[in-house]
């Protein structure tokens, strides 16, 4: 089994950062893709960011592109993204999740974080 545990989320003001953490353990693939996801009250899970472990290939919503950055450590087996100029419409539960590399639906998921940012 893959455990996926998000940490960083928080209450913000507006235009300020927040960098959120995902550790991945247990089984491992040889490569995957790592994404983010959030989910607003009353509203879908929608895509935010994705990179594929091996190789460091990224794809973002474009409603994130410019401010926020997904990155990953090798040593840490861990997924970051940073969160720069944060808006309220930024508020959600920040999910991260796990699928291979060929896979269309990611299999995998972590608890969520909420992110709360006020005007």
Not at 46 to 60: D, K, L, R
Not at 88 to 113: H, K, S
Request: hydrophobic share 35%; aromatic share 14%; with cysteine.
């Amino acid at each position: 089994q893959v455990q996926l545990v998000e940490s960083g989320g928080g209450l913000v003001q507006a235009g300020g950062s927040l960098r959120l953490s995902c550790a991945v353990s247990g089984r491992t693939f040889s490569n995957y893709v790592m994404g983010w996801f959030r989910q607003a009250p009353g509203k879908e899970r929608e895509f935010v960011s994705h990179i594929v472990w091996s190789g460091g290939a990224t794809n973002y919503a474009d409603s994130v592109k410019g401010r926020f950055a997904i990155s990953r450590d090798y040593a840490k087996n861990t997924v970051y993204l940073q969160m720069n100029n944060l808006k309220p419409e930024d508020t959600a539960v920040y999910y991260c999740a796990l699928r291979t590399l060929f896979q269309a639906d990611y299999n995998y998921w972590g608890q969520g974080t909420q992110v709360t940012v006020s005007s």
